[in-house]
Nanobody, 127 residues
Framework: QVQLVESGGGLVQAGGSLRLSCAASGRAFTGYPMGWFRQAPGKEREFVAA????????DYADSVKGRFTIFRDDAENTVYLEMNSLKHEDTALYFC????????????????????WGQGTQVTVSS
């Protein structure tokens, strides 16, 4: 079992930046690929970014490529999402998750392979 707690959300103007953190506890954090997802009001949860077990590979949704960066610090049991050039459409509740099933390289964007989720942190971008 892995417990995940997100932080770092807030209100920011369009064009601004935020860094989200996801602190893990419980089972060995280093055993899991990690992902970030988001859910806007009235919309389905969607994939944002993911990284493999060792942080050597990262994948991104097209909508955030070039603006967001995911990285992990295994010594701190934390995965981060650096968000730059934020847009109003980035407004959502952001969740981190640990991938516990499937194969990262095929399944990193699939919600169903992530078994452990945090409670979310709200990001609001004013236009």
């Amino acid at each position: 079992q892995v417990q995940l707690v997100e932080s770092g959300g807030g209100l920011v103007q369009a064009g601004g930046s935020l860094r989200l953190s996801c602190a893990a506890s419980g089972r060995a954090f280093t055993g899991y690929p990690m992902g970030w997802f988001r859910q806007a009001p009235g919309k389905e949860r969607e994939f944002v970014a993911a990284t493999n077990r060792v942080g050597s590979v990262s994948d991104y949704a097209d909508s955030v490529k070039g603006r967001f960066t995911i990285f992990r610090d295994d010594a701190e049991n934390t995965v981060y999402l650096e968000m730059n050039s934020l847009k109003h459409e980035d407004t959502a509740l952001y969740f981190c998750a640990a991938l516990n099933r499937g194969n990262y390289y095929k399944d990193y964007a699939r919600i169903s392979v992530y078994d452990y989720w945090g409670q979310g942190t709200q990001v609001t971008v004013s236009s």
